[in-house]
């Protein structure tokens, strides 16, 4: 079939029923609320590029990869980077975040909600975009491994930009991702005094397009388009709410199922994230061993892990479509296998009992 | 059918796969030939925020639409901006080029080898090349409306960095756009003092994913890759001089039929793009109620003139697998009719007759 045209009045149409879907993921009334023409890192660098003006005081954590491709945006878009400190794996503590602020007063202050490389969920958002407010600071969040999986709720929390991708808990092909910024985060990029860096990027130019005028701007990715809008469409029908509820339970029997059969978490409950469960190698495990093996075995692909964290941890996904009973299930079983195989000791049966109890309790 | 990942070893044989057919449509042997993770203008904008260095001089063309978004781009990295002159509509004159290069030395001198805004072709490509390395300048080439389409040679005509789209003679969707560097243009970008201002598009750090590292640096849009592959694969199997002669040839008809039915071509033949066809709105009609109709009478979108030309012609393309006899007589058939419609006097069964002679002839 051919394309519609990205200027097509029918494609206009397509633009509204995103527009208003992405509002609805993001529990946002944000009208500056568009996919980036680009994966999860652009609306990332849309974000720190057009926030962040040269000679910016920024603050980004240090707890995990994410964080530093926070700076190095930053640092490209002019802005002096400064940083919260917390390991690898841990969240931000508010008393430390609170602290920088207030010892720094950055324009604008980054962190992670849902870190990808280590599984850390940060809990507590509103405490920290309150103490960012309090020294005028706009606050970004990277939420690509949140938004459509985990409990994320970009008004009440008051978060000014939030940004995501379409792969992970949309479970959308990557190339079209989501972006929102507040009114207050708007101002600031209309009242810049130099043009943001990238010109693809540049949230005052897309006005153009995605705003009430649609006028050119630059070619849209079409079916990427198509794409998002229908992985949104899935979130609206299995209701928001309703999604978080499920990658808890199901997310939850998994991390049951890991400890049930002797294995460890490398999150604490208080910050584990559903979506990205981290789980501990076992002494003496080729990580890369195992994750060859529930490739090449099962079909089944997990990461490993980055930075600090590189052959300690295993990265498993349980992100929206893919978060299901069954793959938990498989995921278990074919672990277990292969971790013994390369040389641990664990009780696969009971990790599977514990899944199955936490799936039927709830 | 769920993705591949972007890091699975099934897809980094796609992606060689994607690299060699670039360079087979491109015509180079260039090694750093990818597709970017964006639309044409993502490309656009890694060929200038990595080879424009801050301070740099750089020169841009006046003659369309895509030359002041050269002239953006080019400010956004730093660059010192200057201009060669001519009119919308028009190529360059090489000794405009040639003196504007001598006068002002630049790093960077950029060229729009097809220019979709106004339907004109650039000759003497290896002229203006050759003039450019005289003062040690680095040449970008806008292939956007050329690659696939139109002859374009990157290694014989000397061209340093050529970027461009998939939704033009590739047809493919948009979303994954080819880029190519020489070693010249990869050394300047290697030895940048300072790193270039996009994260998402630096060159530099893409090696570590495009090049035989083939590790993480963003997630890349898979399945506008794989339809880029298909795409170029559709490339290969006619044949790229082949692909040319065949445009050549089915907008030959298209601008003999226009001219037969009375309407003017707005470039003469020596740059006219077989590709974008320029035809003048008669006296008197309404050109934006002519694209209507044939949007909504016939299914067929063309599109009207930008800036300087806005109201004053329409462009029809002619790309691709659009690029066809049937989608030729068509074209002419319900253009005939709707000008007819909106008060201009043409004769289209001439305009049909003309094609079909220039059709039969080849």
Redesign the interface.
């Known amino acids: 079939m051919?394309?519609i045209?990205?200027l097509?009045p029918a494609f206009l149409e397509i633009m509204n029923d995103v527009q208003r879907l992405l509002r609805y993921a993001f529990r946002t009334e944000n009208r500056w609320t568009i996919p980036v023409?680009?994966?999860?890192?652009?609306a990332?660098?849309a974000a720190f590029?057009n926030l962040v003006e040269p000679g910016d005081t920024v603050l980004v954590p240090t707890n995990g990869y994410f964080g530093s491709?926070m700076e190095?945006?930053a640092?490209?878009?002019g802005g002096e980077v400064v940083q919260v400190h917390a390991p690898w794996g841990r969240p931000l503590d508010p008393d430390d975040v609170e602290a920088a602020l207030q010892k720094h007063r950055p324009a604008v202050f980054g962190f992670v909600h849902a870190e990808t490389s280590t599984g850390a969920l940060q809990p507590d958002v509103p405490v920290l975009t309150a103490a960012a407010h309090d020294v005028g600071a706009l606050v970004i969040a990277d939420t690509v491994t949140s938004l459509g999986g985990v409990e994320l709720r970009v008004d009440e929390w008051n978060i000014d930009v939030a940004y995501s991708?379409g792969?992970k808990c949309l479970s959308c092909?990557?190339?079209a991702s989501p972006l929102t910024l507040s009114d207050g985060a708007f101002a600031k990029i209309r009242d810049r005094s130099q043009?943001?860096?990238?010109?693809?990027?540049d949230v005052g130019l897309l006005e153009s397009y995605w705003g009430e005028e649609r006028s050119y701007h630059?070619?849209?990715?079409?079916?990427?388009i198509y794409?998002l809008r229908e992985a949104l469409r899935l979130v609206a029908e299995e209701g928001i709410e309703e999604r978080w509820a499920r990658h808890l339970r199901v997310a939850g029997a998994l991390k049951a199922g890991v400890r049930a059969m002797g294995l460890e978490m490398l999150p604490e409950d208080a910050w584990w994230l559903p979506s990205l469960n981290a789980v501990r190698v076992p002494e003496g495990v080729d990580a890369k061993a195992v994750t060859r093996r529930l490739?090449g075995e099962h079909g089944i692909?997990i990461a490993g892990g980055l930075g600090d964290l590189a052959g300690k941890i295993f990265r498993i996904g349980c992100m929206g479509h893919?978060c299901r009973p069954r793959n938990v299930l498989l995921l278990l079983t074919a672990l277990g296998e292969a971790v013994q195989r390369e040389g641990a000791t664990v009780d696969v049966a009971a990790g599977l009992a514990a899944a199955g109890d936490a799936l039927s309790r709830d």
């Open positions: 051919p394309l045209g990205h097509d023409s680009g994966t999860g890192s652009a990332m660098e590029a491709r190095s945006m640092r490209r878009a991708g792969q092909p990557p190339g043009p943001t860096r990238s010109w693809y990027l630059h070619t849209a990715p079409i079916s990427n794409a490739l692909e893919a």
